[in-house]
Every structure is written in structure tokens, then in C-alpha cells.
């Protein structure tokens, strides 16, 4: 079973506002891009984190996933991704749970597919990063295995870019599927 975070808590301070709150130029928001993306590429449940704007955020999240609230969202990115890796994880039974971030509406399913298979049989136990010409993207795949181990190092505005270096990640090139860049400033 493989579960899907979609990050959507953060202000957007650079953007403009909080990204969960973004559409694309056909008006629909990127959360629920984010939620149809991870659905069609395998993921058996989603959660999406919500911080800023929480209440709005949420009303935009599709009914095929869950919210969670991450009360500490201004703390950073690590907040977030902590809140979202326990919700993930809390039914028990998940593999993996595979992150995106909510800005990045032009990510295909084919990525997250090809870096999820990059694992094998061994998801529980692996960790998967997309990388666009060798640079470092999403989606990120934690195997079960690793996820109390990453919640426990990740701090302030870091994401779990240090412990993936440290323990081995298996970078999959993506960028014939698309850029991976996401957005940080608005169109």
C-alpha cells in the first residue's frame, strides 16, 4: 500500500500566498491536481498538510483524501512534513508514502511511477528521489521503514534531503517525462 502526501501548508511568502490555494490557468487548483496525480500513479490513500489558510486549503482538497492540520506550519517545512509523515503512516499498513510537493501542477503520474518501481520489492525499505539532470526533485518516496527515523532528524525550514544523502537514496532521472521545476513566484 502506498500513501501520498501532498505538502500544502507553507505561506507562500515568495509566491504571493499560500500555494495550496493556487489554480492553474484553467482554474483548478493544484491540490486537487496533486491528489489526482498521486491516485492515478498507484497511491491507495492521500493526505494533504495543510497550514496557512488551513480552512480555505482544506475546503479545496478533494473528498477521495484526507486533511491534516499542521498546527506548527510557521516552524517550516520540517513541520509540515512531520505532521504529514505521521497521518500517512497512522493506520499502519503503508509501504511508502510518496511526498510532492502541492507546487508542482505540471508533475506527471509517469514520474511518480517510474521512481516508486525504481524500489522493486523493496519499498518498505528504500528510499527514491526524482532528480531533473542530476538536480534533486520530486516526488520523494520513504519507505515505511525509514519514516519514524526521518520525523526524529528533520528540523526547521529543511525538507529530508540530508537523511535521504546520508542513507542511500536511489536518484531516478525524470527529466524526459518533464522540467521538475516547481513554482516559487507566480506566472
Excluded: N
Excluded at 519507505?143 to 529543511?158: K, L, N, P, S, W
Amino acid at each position: 500500500m502506498l500513501v501520498g502526501l501532498v505538502l500544502a501548508a507553507g505561506a507562500g511568502t515568495r509566491f504571493g500566498g499560500p500555494k495550496g490555494l493556487a489554480r492553474d490557468a484553467g482554474g483548478a487548483p493544484w491540490t486537487v491536481i496533486a491528489v489526482d496525480v498521486l491516485r492515478r500513479a498507484g497511491c491507495d490513500r492521500v493526505v494533504v498538510a495543510v497550514g496557512a489558510c488551513a480552512d480555505e486549503v482544506a475546503a479545496l482538497v478533494p473528498p477521495v483524501a484526507e486533511v491534516v492540520v499542521v498546527a506548527d506550519w510557521a516552524d517550516g517545512m520540517a513541520a509540515s512534513l512531520r505532521a504529514g509523515l505521521s497521518a500517512a503512516l497512522a493506520p499502519g499498513g503503508a509501504e511508502a508514502v510518496v511526498i510532492v510537493p502541492v507546487d508542482t501542477p505540471e508533475l506527471p503520474a509517469s514520474a511518480v511511477r517510474r521512481v516508486v518501481s525504481a524500489l522493486g520489492d523493496g519499498v518498505a525499505g528504500g528510499l527514491a528521489q526524482a532528480v531533473y539532470g542530476g538536480r534533486p526533485g520530486h516526488p520523494v518516496v520513504i519507505g515505511a521503514e525509514h519514516v519514524d527515523a526521518v520525523i526524529a532528524t528533520i528540523t526547521g525550514d529543511r525538507g529530508a534531503r540530508g537523511y535521504l544523502r546520508r542513507h542511500g537514496v536511489v536518484e531516478v532521472e525524470c527529466s524526459d517525462l518533464w522540467s521538475g521545476d516547481d513554482h516559487d513566484q507566480r506566472a
